[in-house]
C-alpha cells in the first residue's frame, strides 16, 4: 500500500480507563474481526490477561478502513499495557508509531500513568488524540474531564472526543481523527531496508517471531536478512501481518507493521530494538533502539522438585524470548538447592512470571522475598552491585551501602491527604509538592527507598483512599543509608533464602515480627526449633516452636514409678540425640511469611 495512506498508532491510558475494550470496537467497525468470532478483549489473548483484567504484552493488528473522504486506508494499532511494571512495553511501542490515543475515564478523569504514558509519547514526538471514554456510566463527568485534558494539552473542549467503547458510541469519529491527525509513515521505499524489532514471540515450528515496523526499503520472504547489532544472518520462513491472527503476506513495505518468522532459535540472536536490514546491501546505520529495560526487584525462583531444575532453566529462556525485560542467572541456596536469581521491573511483573511459569511450562515453584539491587562501597573503593542478601560481603569490608530510592507521584482526592502522608512517612518517604489539579483532586510529590514500596505500598495506598489513588513511579537515584543484613536462623542454622537487608532503625521490629510469623508457619518437630533474627552475631529476636509429645505411658496402668521414669529418661536422651541430628524442612509459607510483614 502507499506509505501516505498508512496510518499506525497506539492505544494509551491508566490501567483500567478501557484500552482493550476500545480495541474491541475499532475490530469490529472496521470488520477485521466478523461479529461471530468477536469476544471482549480480544487482543488479550493469554489466559493471566484475561482473568486479571490487564493487558501485559502489546499486541498488534492491521484494520483496513475506507474513510468519509471515500479513500482506504491501512491502520496499524498496537495495544499497548496500562500499568506501571510494563511502561517499558509502552516505550517500545510508540517507537512504532506516528500517533496515539490517550484514553481516559470520563469518571476517574487524568490518573497518574495517564500521565506518565503521555510523557513517553511526547518523548517519542507523536501525535496524540484524546479521548474520553466511558460516558455511558451514570456517574460520568464527561466535560470536566475533557477541561482537565484541555487544561494538559491544549486545544479546545469540542476536540476532545467523547466515547463509549463498551457501547459503541461515537467510535467513527476515533478511526476519522485517527485518519485525519496521525502523520503517515516517512520512511523511504528506494533506501536500503532498515526494519525495527518491537516486539518478539517463540513458535516452535518457526523460531523467533520477530514484531517487526518496516521503516525503510521492504522485507520479503527468502530474502536474506541481517540483525545489525548482532551481525547473525536469517533466511525469513514467512512474512506477514496480524489479522489479530497471523496472516502471511509474503512482503512488508515501508511503514507498514507485521512479522518475520526468523527461524532463529534463542533470544540472544534477535533482540528486541535491534535493526533488520537486507544481508546484500544493508543499509549503513541502525535504527535508534532502546534503553534496555532495568531490573528493578529481584528474587530467587527454586523448583519444588530438584529434578525440575533444568526444566525451570528451559522455561525462564522460552519467557525471556518475550519479554526483554526478564533477567535470570543461576545461584544456589542450603535451604532450597538450585535455582535462579531473576530480575523484574516490578512485583506485579514478578507474580506473572510466577504464574506463567507455573501454568505454561506446569512447574511447582517456591519464590523467595523479593529485594532491591543494593550498591556497595568497599573499604579499598571498588563499588560492587548485590541483589541478594546472601551475596553481602564481610561487614568489615563494607565503607556504605547505597539503596535505590525512587520519585513517586500519588493522584488522590483531597480528603485522603492525611491517611497517605502517615503511610509514607512510617516507609521513610521524604515529602515534597503538592499540587491542586482542581479543589478535589491532588498529586502529592515524594521520595522513598524501593524497598519500602515493593512488596505492599500499593495495596496499602489503595486501602487508606478506598481505591481512588493511583500511583506512579520512576527511578530517582542511589543513596548510602544506615542498612544491615538481617539473618534468620532455624535451629540454629542461617537460612540464606530468608536473609533481608533493612534499615538499622526497623531491624528489631522486623525481626520480632518475622520470628513471630515463622513460629506460626514451622511445624512442630519431635525436638523444640529455636528460630532467631540476628544483626552479625548479635540475636534480637527469638521464638522456639514447642516439641511434639509422644505420650510414651500410655501403656503404664499404675505399677512402679521407677518404670515411668525411666521412659521418660529415654524419651528425654532420644530428643537430645534427634535435636543434634534433626532437619528441619522449611514450608513455602515461611516464605511468603518474609512477603507478608507487615510494613506499615
Given at each position: 500500500?502507499?506509505?501516505?495512506?498508512?496510518?499506525?498508532?497506539?492505544?494509551?491510558?491508566?490501567?483500567?480507563?478501557?484500552?482493550?475494550?476500545?480495541?474491541?470496537?475499532?475490530?469490529?467497525?472496521?470488520?477485521?474481526?466478523?461479529?461471530?468470532?468477536?469476544?471482549?478483549?480480544?487482543?488479550?489473548?493469554?489466559?493471566?490477561?484475561?482473568?486479571?483484567?490487564?493487558?501485559?504484552?502489546?499486541?498488534?493488528?492491521?484494520?483496513?478502513?475506507?474513510?468519509?473522504?471515500?479513500?482506504?486506508?491501512?491502520?496499524?494499532?498496537?495495544?499497548?499495557?496500562?500499568?506501571?511494571?510494563?511502561?517499558?512495553?509502552?516505550?517500545?511501542?510508540?517507537?512504532?508509531?506516528?500517533?496515539?490515543?490517550?484514553?481516559?475515564?470520563?469518571?476517574?478523569?487524568?490518573?497518574?500513568?495517564?500521565?506518565?504514558?503521555?510523557?513517553?509519547?511526547?518523548?517519542?514526538?507523536?501525535?496524540?488524540?484524546?479521548?474520553?471514554?466511558?460516558?455511558?456510566?451514570?456517574?460520568?463527568?464527561?466535560?470536566?474531564?475533557?477541561?482537565?485534558?484541555?487544561?494538559?494539552?491544549?486545544?479546545?473542549?469540542?476536540?476532545?472526543?467523547?466515547?463509549?467503547?463498551?457501547?459503541?458510541?461515537?467510535?467513527?469519529?476515533?478511526?476519522?481523527?485517527?485518519?485525519?491527525?496521525?502523520?503517515?509513515?516517512?520512511?523511504?521505499?528506494?533506501?536500503?531496508?532498515?526494519?525495527?524489532?518491537?516486539?518478539?514471540?517463540?513458535?516452535?515450528?518457526?523460531?523467533?517471531?520477530?514484531?517487526?515496523?518496516?521503516?525503510?526499503?521492504?522485507?520479503?520472504?527468502?530474502?536474506?536478512?541481517?540483525?545489525?547489532?548482532?551481525?547473525?544472518?536469517?533466511?525469513?520462513?514467512?512474512?506477514?501481518?496480524?489479522t489479530p491472527g497471523m496472516h502471511p503476506t509474503g512482503r512488508l513495505g515501508t511503514g507498514e507493521v507485521g512479522y518475520v518468522a526468523t527461524g532463529l532459535k534463542t533470544v540472544q540472536e534477535c533482540r528486541v530494538g535491534d535493526t533488520l536490514t537486507d544481508a546484500d546491501t544493508p543499509a549503513p546505520e541502525p535504527l535508534p533502539g532502546y534503553r534496555p529495560a532495568k531490573p528493578m526487584v529481584f528474587a530467587g525462583i527454586y523448583p519444588t522438585e530438584a529434578e525440575d531444575y533444568n526444566g525451570l532453566r528451559d522455561a525462564l529462556e522460552k519467557l525471556r524470548l518475550n519479554d526483554a525485560a526478564l533477567v535470570f542467572e543461576p545461584e544456589t541456596s542450603q535451604a532450597l538447592q538450585f535455582g535462579f536469581r531473576c530480575g523484574f521491573l516490578g512485583l506485579f511483573h514478578m507474580e506473572i512470571i510466577q504464574e506463567r511459569l507455573e501454568r505454561e511450562y506446569g512447574l511447582d515453584l517456591i519464590a523467595t522475598a523479593p529485594s532491591v539491587a543494593y550498591q556497595i562501597v568497599t573499604t579499598q573503593g571498588e563499588t560492587l552491585e548485590v541483589s541478594s542478601p546472601a551475596d553481602l560481603p564481610d561487614p568489615a569490608t563494607i565503607q556504605e551501602i547505597r539503596e535505590p530510592w525512587m520519585q513517586i507521584q500519588i493522584f488522590t482526592p483531597a480528603e485522603y491527604i492525611g491517611p497517605i502522608m502517615e503511610l509514607m512517612t512510617r516507609r521513610r518517604a521524604e515529602v515534597g509538592t503538592t499540587e491542586y489539579l482542581d479543589a478535589r483532586r491532588v498529586v502529592l510529590h515524594y521520595r522513598m527507598p524501593l524497598a519500602e514500596m515493593i512488596v505492599d505500598l500499593h495495596d496499602r495506598l489503595k486501602s487508606a483512599t478506598r481505591g481512588y489513588a493511583s500511583l506512579d513511579y520512576t527511578f530517582d537515584g542511589y543513596r548510602p543509608g544506615d542498612l544491615v543484613k538481617l539473618d534468620i536462623l532455624v535451629n540454629k542454622e542461617p537460612v540464606d533464602a530468608l536473609a533481608l537487608i533493612v534499615h538499622r532503625d526497623q531491624a528489631y521490629e522486623k525481626g520480632s515480627a518475622l520470628v513471630r510469623k515463622m513460629k506460626e508457619v514451622i511445624p512442630r518437630q519431635m525436638f523444640p526449633v529455636p528460630i532467631q533474627a540476628a544483626i552479625g552475631g548479635r540475636i534480637i529476636a527469638r521464638a522456639t516452636v514447642k516439641a511434639l509429645r509422644k505420650d510414651v505411658l500410655a501403656k503404664c496402668y499404675g505399677g512402679d514409678v521407677t518404670r515411668k521414669r525411666k521412659l521418660l529418661e529415654r524419651q528425654k536422651a532420644g530428643k537430645k540425640r534427634m535435636k543434634q541430628f534433626g532437619r528441619v524442612t522449611i514450608p513455602q509459607e515461611a516464605f511468603l511469611a518474609v512477603l507478608r510483614l507487615e510494613g506499615g
Open positions: 500500500m502507499d506509505p501516505a495512506r498508512i496510518r499506525n498508532f497506539c492505544i494509551i491510558a491508566h490501567i483500567d480507563h478501557g484500552k482493550s475494550t476500545l480495541a474491541d470496537r475499532l475490530l469490529e467497525v472496521t470488520g477485521t474481526i466478523p461479529e461471530r468470532e468477536m469476544t471482549a478483549q480480544v487482543l488479550d489473548t493469554m489466559d493471566l490477561e484475561r482473568e486479571k483484567g490487564v493487558t501485559i504484552k502489546a499486541s498488534a493488528v492491521r484494520m483496513v478502513y475506507q474513510a468519509a473522504d471515500g479513500e482506504t486506508y491501512e491502520l496499524n494499532l498496537i495495544d499497548t499495557p496500562g500499568h506501571v511494571d510494563f511502561s517499558y512495553e509502552v516505550s517500545r511501542a510508540l517507537a512504532a508509531c506516528e500517533g496515539a490515543l490517550l484514553v481516559v475515564d470520563a469518571f476517574q478523569g487524568i490518573e497518574a500513568q495517564t500521565l506518565a504514558n503521555l510523557y513517553l509519547a511526547l518523548e517519542a514526538g507523536l501525535e496524540i488524540i484524546p479521548v474520553v471514554n466511558k460516558i455511558d456510566l451514570s456517574s460520568a463527568r464527561p466535560d470536566e474531564v475533557a477541561m482537565e485534558l484541555v487544561d494538559l494539552l491544549g486545544g479546545a473542549p469540542e476536540e476532545m472526543l467523547q466515547v463509549s467503547a463498551k457501547e459503541g458510541i461515537n467510535i467513527q469519529a476515533v478511526l476519522e481523527a485517527v485518519v485525519r491527525q496521525v502523520p503517515p509513515p516517512s520512511g523511504r521505499p528506494d533506501r536500503p531496508l532498515r526494519a525495527l524489532i518491537f516486539d518478539s514471540h517463540y513458535d516452535p515450528y518457526k523460531g523467533v517471531v520477530a514484531y517487526v515496523r518496516v521503516v525503510d526499503g521492504a522485507v520479503r520472504k527468502g530474502e536474506p536478512l541481517v540483525l545489525m547489532s548482532t551481525g547473525v544472518g536469517t533466511e525469513p520462513i514467512e512474512v506477514g501481518v496480524f
